[in-house]
């Protein structure tokens, strides 16, 4: 018998310990609850993988409004968490934004949103970044070829660049390439006539952004400053007799037509047997004697001492002298 009743009360004591345990899981899943629900309110449930289509940008700690329009009924403003930040007013300002500020802002009237605006920190002038740097391969046709560093303490999540000249702009193209730092990117370079003296200049802008930040950067520039032609192409050696070579080649294809109005200056690294050599010429075509083993060609624009093109490949004789 008192065996029987010691064992009812084991089973009564394990009995009550399972509603506390229960309950501790209710507390424990309460409380993560509310540290998600804070961690959410936070940082916020979105996060940007396109570019907004309205947005606004205001340096750290100044004032900026966002603008809803004039004429409306029953108007507020809600953040990115749907949290109201303004009822009965089609501005929404602040005196003093700093980071947490950033973020979607949607103004309502009647029930529908009417605007949706993204504000971003302009953080351009805190930090500093390397210039924009573009090399175009020709002066007809041409891409531009462009880098730059940033140095924002994240990595943004969108960036986009364009060129304009004058009152004409392309379109923002997406870059999506960063490699160490360095975003390299290619645009289309602003139609012109280049068969006269080049007069107007062209920029290169810049922009990327992160779910807080935004940076800007542009650079202005002439595209005879930039030149880099592709390096010469079908070098060849031929041996004329014992000792004596003719050594042709032909302009980069992606070169500006005419030729002749487009002329390139031509440098020639020549390896003989014993020593070596240069030449520095017009045309395309050389004839030498000697010992010859091994030939390397690049190139410029004759007439505004451009940077040289990289080398072509090293060409070699293929037969004995």
């Not at 993560?32 to 570019?51: E, Y």
């Not at 953040?79 to 009822?87: G, L, M, Q, R």
């Not at 802002?105 to 605007?115: A, I, K, L, P, Q």
């Not at 060129?163 to 360095?182: L, N, Q």
Request: hydrophobic fraction near 35%; include cysteine.
């Amino acid at each position: 018998m008192d065996r029987h009743l010691h064992g009812s009360r084991r089973r009564r004591g394990t009995a009550s310990r399972q509603p506390a345990n229960s309950l501790a899981f209710v507390e424990m899943m309460q409380r993560f609850l509310s540290v998600f629900l804070l961690l959410q309110s936070i940082l916020g449930t979105r996060s940007l993988d396109s570019w907004p289509k309205n947005f606004a940008t205001a340096p750290q700690n100044s004032a900026v409004s966002l603008e809803c329009g004039s004429g409306l009924q029953d108007v507020k403003w809600t953040d990115t968490n749907d949290k109201v930040k303004a009822s009965g007013t089609t501005s929404l300002r602040f005196t003093s934004v700093d980071q947490p500020d950033a973020g979607l802002y949607n103004c309502w009237s009647g029930g529908e949103v009417v605007t949706s605006t993204y504000l971003f920190i302009d953080v351009s002038s805190l930090h500093p970044t390397s210039p924009i740097s573009c090399i175009a391969d020709s002066y007809l046709h041409s891409r531009l070829r462009c880098n730059w560093t940033q140095t924002l303490q994240e990595t943004p999540h969108l960036i986009r660049a364009r060129a304009g000249r004058g009152s004409s702009d392309s379109d923002w193209i997406e870059v999506t390439m960063i490699k160490e730092g360095v975003v390299t990117f290619e645009l289309e370079f602003p139609r012109s006539c280049l068969y006269g003296e080049e007069d107007l200049a062209f920029t290169v802008y810049l922009e990327a952004v992160n779910d807080h930040t935004y940076v800007s950067d542009n650079r202005t520039m002439f595209l005879r400053n930039i030149i880099k032609p592709g390096h010469p192409e079908n070098l060849q050696i031929q041996r004329l007799q014992p000792g004596e070579f003719h050594i042709n080649w032909t302009y980069p294809s992606s070169w500006a037509r005419p030729h002749s109005y487009f002329p390139l200056l031509f440098h020639l690294d020549l390896q003989f047997s014993n020593n070596k050599t240069n030449r520095t010429l017009k045309e395309q075509h050389l004839t030498i004697t000697g010992r010859l083993k091994s030939v390397r060609i690049k190139c410029r624009d004759l007439y505004y001492n451009s940077e040289w093109s990289d080398w072509a490949e090293i060409a070699t004789r293929r037969h004995s002298y």
